[in-house]
């Protein structure tokens, strides 16, 4: 008997529709009055809205006149197929199933449903296809078939906290009442009834209400709490009296029958069995009459009638044959079979197609994935010509200065300290020249040895696929060397001058970290920053984007999974000091010295990622450049904290 009741409420309520008796006749005179003069014949035009004025009627009709839900909700199929209107034509579906329910041919319902969930997943609409699907699961639930009617109400709710339909949960909720409840789980029928009836009371829909309160009221006899039960279904049945709904009040007379039965008080169930009774033919549907026709019949067998009792209990089985028949029964399977099958092809074709798109897909990234390596070797060439023409023309000025101080004898001492001290940079630049070569010859040799295998065609997708992740994490690596070695190159050749401005520190260490987010997450590596909005720096922004990005970026490297990197700041006086700590692997005290000596090295992060300590030094001279100070402290194996103080912005007056 739920079933018929939550067929109404999912025709009505889902379409935004009250239950209310009075309230339903005036929206009917409203709807109807709003088609207009318009005739209902083939070469009329209709538009989107009317078709819905159509839908919406065929819901208000829903357990009130068959003939003209029926009417209405085929129109409604008619015109949303002429305006190629999808969207409408899934719904007039599930409407015209609802009607097929109302006279019993759940073969045609069936289809209907399946109908209307198919075009509602074809257009992308999750929300057509849960209610589509929610009709389909109630009757799989009234068909006994429980496991299929608790899937795919599991599917419904899935839907629901994707799109945050609260509207469509509430409903949800009440049919794994109902399952639960048939299934003998109690608890748990109760725990989904209040759920539903909670957020009905959010909407405030007292038809809703009603009904959930019916369904709370069920599971409460179920768990023997018989009395509290009977309170709750007097509080649903005076609603349904009062706003005269029919179909609610014969629901909830037959529970209460049933509710009287287990009390033993057979007078009581019998006048509400006979109530149901009379309401269930004055609406002429069979499922109700054959409901109520079964608890009298239990009630005259509890009391001992036996002539009332095997009167009754013909009734009942003659309306349960006309209803679930053999035949009936075979043409459903049939259905649902026929649907099942036609599901499964259409998943293979849509699998078959969307794996040969991935294919392309595949070939022309590998395709733009080389034409970029290309591009990243002739400027890494690039720079290495830069870099050896730099070198030579030091070596030029070298030989200048050592002729010079052979002709200036009063500036001996100066001249060979500064001819020592450029010797010392020389040698430093030699070992970051044959680091920086070494690091960009790898990719260089992987790239070429690809690109030959896939010329010869030897390698496999899979294979594919995995040689560029590993090679796409040796570019990003080169990418990042590239970077800053560009950065170096113009500090040293153009020497370093900085271009101090007022600069908010929030937003720009904001900016950095959106770069690493990716990254982090991949490490599962947790960034954050603890800066005031109002906190201002005197920089050069460039430099200081330098800076802060090296630091992070060295900080994430350094990082194991699970472990966090935090941007901070401390002010002391006219100076901001910005603090980047990690709680990574930290740095060994031989690195840390080097770093203050100002010495590239190798170094490796948690993932092999590989650094030069070019990006310190560029730290240590761009912090200086800006009137700061650059400094680190570090523990092996408890993390790493960098320091860059800079002065503070001035407060506006």
Known sequence: MKFIRRIAFGGAFLLGVSSHAGAQQADIARLRRSLGSSPLHRNFVSDTAYVDILDRLAADFYSINVDSAFYYSRAALDYAGRTAYLKGEAESWRLLGNTYEMVGDFGNMLSSYHQSADIAEKIGNPRLAAKATSNIALFELQDGEYDKARQLMEQVMAICRRTGDSALAEIDNSHLSELTYRQHQYDQALQYARRALQAARAFHDESDIASYTDDEAKAMVGMGEVRQALELYGQSLA???QVNDGLGTVTTQTLMAQAYLQLKDFR??????QSSLDGSRNL???RLIRESVKVLADVYEAAADDRNALRYFKLYKDFSDSLFNDESHKRLLAVAAGYDYEKKESRLRAEQAEKDARYQQTLRMDTVKISITVLVIVVLSLLAFILFRSRYANRRVNQ????????IEEQKETVEQQAVQLLLNNRQKDKLFSIIAHDLRGPLNSLKGLMDLLKEKRLSEEEINSIMNEFRRNVDQSAELVSNLLVWASSQLDGIVANPVVLPLQPLVQEI????SHQARQKNILLKE???????????KDMLQVVIRNLISNAVKFCRPGDSVTVSYIQSGSEIEICIADTGIGLREDALDKIRRKESFTSYGTAKEKGTGLGMLLCREFAEANHGRFRIESEWGKGCCCFCSLPAAPKPV
């Open 268 to 273: 009581q169930a019998l006048l509400y069995a």
């Open 513 to 516: 970290l959106a770069l690493f």
């Open 284 to 286: 002429r549907r069979q």
């Open 530 to 540: 603890e800066l005031d909005p109002a906190v201002c720096v005197v920089a050069d």
């Open 239 to 241: 609603y349904y009296t």
């Open 400 to 407: 200048i200065l050592r002729e010079k101080n052979e002709k």
